[in-house]
């Protein structure tokens, strides 16, 4: 069973920074591709980026130069620093873990842009 928390959310100014942590709880950590994702209201949920279990790190061209994806196999982590912070990054902010066809989501965490 496995099960993704994420924290470090919050309200930042544009052009700030955050960051994102995600704490992977159960086995085979390293056999999954990481992800983050969010939603803003009233649209759907996109992806923001992935660092898959071969080592491949992707990131949305939204975000492209603004945010990094990185993952700590032995700790169980994947993080999203998040530099250069705009109004329209706001959203919740979801953790995915992703393994042969199977997905879980962590309960997400805010994270809001403004002045």
């Known amino acids: 069973q496995v099960q993704l928390v994420e924290s470090g959310g919050g309200l930042v100014q544009p052009g700030g920074s955050l960051r994102l942590s995600c704490t992977f709880y159960?086995?085979?950590?390293?056999?999954?591709?990481m992800g983050w994702y969010r939603q803003a209201p009233g649209k759907e949920r996109q992806l923001v980026a992935t660092?898959?279990?071969?080592?491949?790190?992707n990131t949305a061209d939204s975000v492209k130069g603004r945010f990094t994806i990185s993952r700590d196999n032995a700790q169980k982590t994947v993080s999203l620093q998040m530099n250069s912070l705009k109004p329209e990054d706001t959203a919740v902010y979801y953790c995915?873990?992703?393994?042969?066809?199977?997905?879980?989501w962590g309960q997400g965490t805010q994270v809001t842009v403004s002045p």
């Open positions: 995915n873990a992703a393994f042969r066809g199977i997905g879980v």
């Open positions: 660092f898959s279990s071969g080592g491949n790190a």
């Open positions: 159960g086995n085979a950590f390293s056999l999954y591709t």
